[in-house]
């Protein structure tokens, strides 16, 4: 069974910046679309980004042209590069297939607050 691991978050100030990871197990991973997710508080998890096994990517609008989502297949590691930070960005952090098929992880807390 795949298993991911999300790191990264953090807090930080408006208008900063964080470099989210997600290494997964398995050697499915290079051929599986793959996305991050949030959920706010008491809110319901959502899309951000998702990048399909070639390397195309899409964004949400609220993140569009601030955040940007990579894959390394040789690491089986997803990134989640988000720049310019605001407060209505801080959530925990997911990653999964855009399927959302695989087991989730634990998330990785970010904050944006000055």
């Known amino acids: 069974q795949v298993q991911l691991v999300e790191s990264g978050g953090g807090l930080v100030q408006p208008g900063g910046s964080l470099r989210l990871s997600c290494a997964a197990s398995g050697s499915i991973f290079s051929i599986r679309a793959m996305a991050w997710y949030r959920q706010g508080p008491e809110k319901q998890r959502e899309l951000v980004a998702r990048?399909?096994?070639?390397?195309?990517?899409n964004y949400s609008d609220s993140v569009k042209g601030r955040f940007t989502i990579s894959r390394d297949n040789a690491k089986n590691t997803v990134y989640l590069q988000m720049n310019s930070l605001k407060p209505e960005d801080t959530a925990v952090y997911y990653c999964?297939?855009?399927?959302?098929?695989?087991?989730w992880g634990q998330g990785t807390q970010v904050t944006v607050s000055s």
């Open positions: 990048i399909s096994s070639g390397g195309r990517t």
């Open positions: 999964n297939s855009v399927l959302k098929d695989l087991a």
